[in-house]
């Protein structure tokens, strides 16, 4: 870390507000949580079995709110069928006479008299439809499994042991769900998201002066994502992706993630909306917006990206207010940001001969640099200008690295300006 930061160079380029990233989309609606354990509560067995702890317990996020109150209406939809069912059962029995017209005799019509206990009535056949509904459907997986016989493995009668508990296992299975253990937050924040978090590491600085250079790419994935991969695939180099949501869908992100990774690059979190006012306003609109995006990055390789890059960078003026708070609770998470050590100027105007010739001019200075250019559907000149860094870089004796945790960030505000 040290040897970057006496380059005073690499220090006066501060991160740039360019045109795209001012002009950022708003945020997009709440991408769909994929699994949510409450569907899976057997539709026709609701009573008394529970639903309020598991509902409770999982209740963490808006999002499961919502879906929560989508259960809670559809449960009242559900007994008000229930309810309408046994309208039309007790006129099947005879419980009740609403035809003015009977031709009944008479005592049907002494019934009204006798101010029949209807709602005792109604909980009893509701009650008793329940239990034929509970001993049916216990009755077909048993028999199911008897079908299957004794000769069946081992495999079979564990399940018709779980069949024959059926009931109260399924309907407890949202909170048996296995969730992995995540070690407590102490951080100002730690109540949100408290999933979001990973393991620390130790840097590891390049002491033996090792000659690299990480390209980095923010804001894509973008519709030029094909020409930059078969571009750095042609001079065999790797480069880490800060992505946004800017461009593509969750769906296309989730793709393109898996397409990075299997082409040996690196993908980590840039933000999901872009627009810096939102993103900023709080540490818990921070919060909500990185995880957006980094739930893209664990759906498509199942973990989080433990590395990331701000908006911006660290000392955007967008975030002086939340600044500390911000990087208190990021770092408290273990994530680690990276800022740049030069910058291409591919989002400042620059013509792609500017671009070379400043990059060369500065991070070949560099034992190890960190470069930033832009992915976006207006980034040809990137890609053009690719094809002399690459080479050029390679030339002077550089290899291309990933970033990881483990290498020492250029962070250009960080926690350490609050001490005293
Ligand atoms: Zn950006």
Redesign the pocket.
């Known amino acids: 870390m040290d040897n970057k930061g006496t380059d005073s160079n690499g220090r006066r380029f501060r991160p740039e507000d360019s045109q795209?990233?001012a002009s950022g989309r708003r945020f997009r609606e709440e991408p769909q949580e994929r699994d949510n354990n409450l569907r899976r509560v057997p539709r026709q067995i609701d009573i008394d079995l529970g639903f309020d702890d598991i509902s409770s317990n999982t209740r963490q996020s808006r999002d499961d709110f919502d879906d929560y109150e989508a259960f809670n209406s559809s449960r009242q939809r559900k007994s008000t069928r229930r309810e309408s069912r046994s309208d039309t059962l007790e006129e099947d029995y005879g419980f009740i006479n609403r035809s003015p017209g009977s031709r009944n005799g008479a005592p049907r019509r002494r019934q009204p008299k006798k101010k029949f206990p209807i709602f005792p009535v109604i909980f009893a056949v509701v009650l008793i439809i329940a239990i034929i509904v509970v001993l049916s459907f216990l009755g077909v997986l048993g028999g199911g499994d008897k079908e299957k016989g004794s000769a069946s493995s081992s495999v079979s009668s564990s399940s018709s042991v779980r069949a024959g508990i059926t009931i109260p296992a399924s309907t407890l299975e949202p909170t048996s769900t296995p969730t992995p253990a995540v070690p407590p937050l102490n951080t100002k924040y730690g109540n949100i998201y408290p999933e979001l978090q990973v393991e620390k590491k130790e840097f590891i600085p390049n002491e033996d002066g090792e000659k690299i250079i990480y390209l980095t790419f923010?804001?894509g994935p973008s519709n030029l994502r094909g020409d930059f991969l078969d571009t750095l695939d042609e001079y065999g180099a790797k480069a880490t992706f800060f992505i946004?949501a800017q461009f593509f869908d969750d769906a296309q992100i989730v793709e393109s993630i898996k397409e990075l990774v299997n082409r040996g690059h690196q993908v980590a979190p840039?933000?999901y909306s872009?627009v810096y006012n939102e993103i900023y306003s709080s540490v818990e609109a921070y919060l909500e917006d990185f995880k957006k995006i980094n739930d893209l990055i664990k759906e498509a390789t199942g973990e989080y990206s433990p590395i990331y890059r701000f908006?911006?960078g660290s000392n955007t003026g967008y975030n002086e207010s939340i600044r500390k708070e911000l990087f208190e609770e990021m770092n408290g998470r273990g994530f680690v940001y990276y800022d740049w050590d030069v910058s291409t100027g591919d989002s400042e105007g620059l013509s792609v001969s500017e671009q070379i010739d400043r990059t060369l001019g500065m991070a070949l200075y560099y034992e190890d640099c960190i470069v930033l250019m832009?992915d976006g559907p207006d980034k040809q000149g990137t890609i053009e200008s690719l094809h002399t860094l690459i080479p050029e870089f390679q030339n002077n004796g550089y290899s291309f690295g990933l970033l990881d945790p483990t290498v020492p960030p250029t962070q250009y505000a960080e926690l350490s300006d609050y001490d005293e």
């Open positions: 795209d990233h923010d804001d946004s840039h933000t872009h908006p911006g832009h």
